[in-house]
């Protein structure tokens, strides 16, 4: 799906895909609202999902989202996610209906130790913790794909020709009708702040 984005979007008809957790998920919603974006946050079987906009997936988009879980993880190699995995397989649903995603997240080299203290045994760059399913999904699927590194304090694109992420100049664009608006529950103050100038410079304000 890359390079397949409208020259001119209707502004007044935006959805943004997401989980509901709180963090990085509450902050794409509640700031979106405010400039009339719409959320789906979607959820899998769990009580203590508590947006106002919750989506329950269907059967079928869980077990879909569980194999693009076992795929992510072929290229990420971590231990232990089948515990979680009601959490990871709902994440699928964010990509798969959306055609760019936005994640507020800290980038993990291959071989280096993440903010949570495990080295990355990926032959790629990962993004941390259960926000790395999510972009690595996006990636397998050919999503336009931007990260906000909450350490770098930058924007950054995910390369499809060199198969890294490549640091931006200026903040990315909302380009499409319907994008992921994803990250880390660790959210700091600058990672609140990239959301508020997504949608700013989205909406041109």
């Known amino acids: 799906m890359i390079d397949l984005f409208e020259d001119s979007i209707d502004l007044k008809n935006i959805t943004c895909h997401s989980g509901g957790a709180t963090g990085s998920d509450s902050y794409w919603e509640s700031i979106g609202a405010r400039f009339g974006v719409k959320t ?7 009580k203590y999902h508590t947006s106002p906009n919750k989506v329950e997936i269907s059967d079928g988009d869980y077990k879909d989202g569980v194999n ?3 795929k992510a993880n072929k290229h990420m190699d971590r231990f232990g996610i089948n515990k979680y995995m009601n959490l990871l397989a709902r994440n699928w649903a964010q990509v798969k209906y959306s055609t760019q995603v936005f994640a507020i997240g800290t980038i993990v080299d291959s071989g280096a130790k993440s903010p949570k203290g495990y080295y990355s045994k990926a032959k790629i760059q990962t993004v941390d913790g259960g926000t790395g399913y999510a972009v690595m999904m996006a990636i397998n699927n050919l999503r336009e794909v931007f990260v906000f590194d909450q350490i770098k304090l930058k924007w950054f694109r995910w390369s499809y020709s060199t198969m890294s992420f490549i640091e931006l100049k200026e903040t990315p664009k909302i380009r499409t009708q319907n994008f992921a608006g994803i ?7 600058d990672g609140i702040r990239a959301i508020e100038e997504v949608y700013q410079k989205s909406f041109q304000l």
């Open 68 to 70: 693009e879980i076992n």
């Open 40 to 46: 789906r946050a979607y959820s899998y079987q769990t």
């Open 183 to 189: 990250g880390t529950r660790e959210i700091t103050a």
